[in-house]
């Protein structure tokens, strides 16, 4: 009769999903001009853009510019499937996350075609945005997202996207 193995410490779990997303998102420059991290809790991702005048598009409003909010809502669909795809590994412990560098992760998915949908003017404050997969499959994937400033059920912009998938191999 073989021995289970015992339950790995929850710290080192959290190491391993923090120092994935850490890499993932240092492996894209953009997400750091544009203020952008991401909370994590568990598999889930929560993207965080912090109000910075750079990403005013009308000061007289004032409002964000409507491109720096679809930036933000494609760069946490990317880190959302790109976090997924990860995850198994992660989770099992075959990612060797201690030496993992931006350079050795698998490539980021590729925008085919993603859609905003502004509902109201993006406020000079903080901006929040979850994504959701829809479908993921080998080679392609559909995402939503939603973003908000103050109040989670008042959403200033939603997008949906579809992506090229990376191969995997091994």
């Given at each position: 009769?073989?021995?289970?193995?015992?339950?790995?410490?929850?710290?080192?779990?959290?190491?391993r999903?923090?120092?994935?997303?850490?890499?993932?998102?240092?492996?894209?420059?953009?997400?750091?001009?544009?203020?952008?991290?991401?909370?994590?809790?568990?598999?889930?991702?929560?993207?965080?853009?912090?109000?910075?005048?750079?990403?005013?598009?009308?000061?007289?409003?004032?409002?964000?510019?409507?491109?720096?909010?679809?930036?933000?809502?494609?760069?946490a669909?990317?880190?959302e499937?790109?976090?997924?795809?990860?995850?198994?590994?992660?989770?099992s412990?075959?990612l060797?996350?201690?030496?993992?560098?931006?350079?050795?992760?698998?490539?980021?998915?590729?925008?085919?075609?993603?859609?905003?949908?502004?509902?109201?003017s993006?406020?000079?404050?903080?901006?929040?945005?979850?994504?959701?997969?829809n479908?993921?499959?080998?080679?392609?994937?559909s995402?939503?997202?939603?973003?908000w400033?103050?109040?989670?059920?008042?959403?200033?912009?939603?997008?949906?996207?579809?992506?090229?998938?990376?191969?995997?191999?091994?």
């Open positions: 009769m073989s021995a289970r193995r015992p339950p790995e410490p929850v710290h080192l779990i959290k190491h999903r923090d120092r994935a997303l850490r890499a993932l998102v240092e492996g894209v420059p953009y997400i750091g001009f544009m203020g952008i991290a991401f909370d994590r809790r568990g598999d889930e991702l929560t993207a965080v853009m912090s109000y910075d005048d750079k990403l005013m598009g009308n000061p007289l409003l004032p409002a964000l510019h409507g491109g720096a909010i679809a930036s933000f809502l494609e760069v669909a990317i880190m499937l790109s976090f997924q795809m990860l995850w198994d590994e992660i989770e412990g075959s060797d996350v201690d030496t993992l560098t931006p350079e050795a992760l698998p490539r980021l998915p590729k925008t085919i075609d993603f859609t905003v949908d502004y509902l109201r993006g406020l000079p404050r903080d901006a929040y945005a979850r994504a959701r997969v479908r993921s499959g080998r080679r392609y994937a995402v939503h997202v939603e973003a400033q103050d109040n989670r059920q008042k959403l200033f912009a939603q997008a949906t996207g579809h992506f090229l998938m990376p191969r995997r191999d091994g």
